[in-house]
């Protein structure tokens, strides 16, 4: 069974720019997540789908960042304009469903250095 | 709303060694938890859940973790480490109020496991 894909693995750019991450689920998990995790601290949640749906984005930025699912598969997360301190690694998520039963499996993050 | 505390941000140990990260939560309601390890350049991995029942739980790679709803902490041990094993390790916790119907984790910060030869 394929993982959790991601990508860019890597993306620099300066600030004020504008950037996007993809990320592709486990064929057939309904649910998908996107963290951001700065160093030194633990993934924080930003955006949770069901399906195509918003669940939770109480913690999305969203005077800059956004996110969608338009097909209920694969998602993207882009931020415009970029900041400092968005500087992060940005990990994609999914599970079955969205009960605490269904374990997330992760993907290998996008690392975004902003300068 | 719920938090993670993992005490010590690095742990040195030898190959061979027993080690114990600590991990303690703060909850109004009752939870779930969950020890994740992230390897260089990798998504994060479930080791552990609980969820309920026995407070003793154990894991992939010979990890295991117990449940002290007293002291809300949730250690994880390990008896014998391997070079393998370094890695960051992350606690986590999922609020049971929200009935399990939206698995929304709260992480810690985070400890790197550095096991030297």
């Known amino acids: 069974e394929a993982g959790v894909a991601q990508s860019p693995r890597y993306k620099i750019i300066e600030k004020r720019q504008s950037v996007a991450f993809w990320c592709n689920p486990i064929?057939?998990?309904?649910?998908l997540y996107w963290y951001q995790q700065i160093l030194g601290q633990g993934p924080k949640l930003l955006i949770q789908?069901?399906?195509?749906?918003?669940?939770?984005d109480s913690q999305l930025p969203k005077d800059r960042f956004s996110a969608e699912r338009l097909k209920g598969v694969d998602s993207t997360l882009k931020i415009q304009p970029a900041k400092l301190e968005d500087s992060a690694v940005y990990l994609c998520?999914?599970?079955?469903?969205?009960?605490?039963?269904?374990?997330?499996?992760f993907g290998p993050g996008t690392r975004l250095t902003v300068l | 709303a719920q938090s993670v505390t993992q005490l010590d941000s690095q742990v040195p140990v030898f190959e061979e060694a027993p080690v114990e990260l600590r991990c303690n939560y703060s909850s109004s309601v009752s939870v779930y938890l969950f020890w994740y390890v992230q390897y260089p350049n990798q998504g994060l991995q479930l080791l552990l859940k609980y969820l309920s029942g026995s407070t003793l739980v154990k894991g992939i790679n010979g990890f295991e973790a117990e449940f002290n709803k007293s002291q809300t902490s949730f250690h994880l041990r390990k008896p014998s480490v391997h070079i393998s094993d370094t890695a960051e390790y992350f606690c986590a916790v999922s609020d049971q109020g929200s009935g399990g119907s939206n698995y929304k984790l709260t992480f810690g910060k985070g400890t790197l496991l550095t096991v030297n030869p």
């Open positions: 789908f069901q399906n195509n749906g918003v669940v939770d």
């Open positions: 064929s057939g998990h309904a649910t």
């Open positions: 998520a999914s599970s079955r469903g969205q009960g605490t039963y269904n374990e997330q499996f």
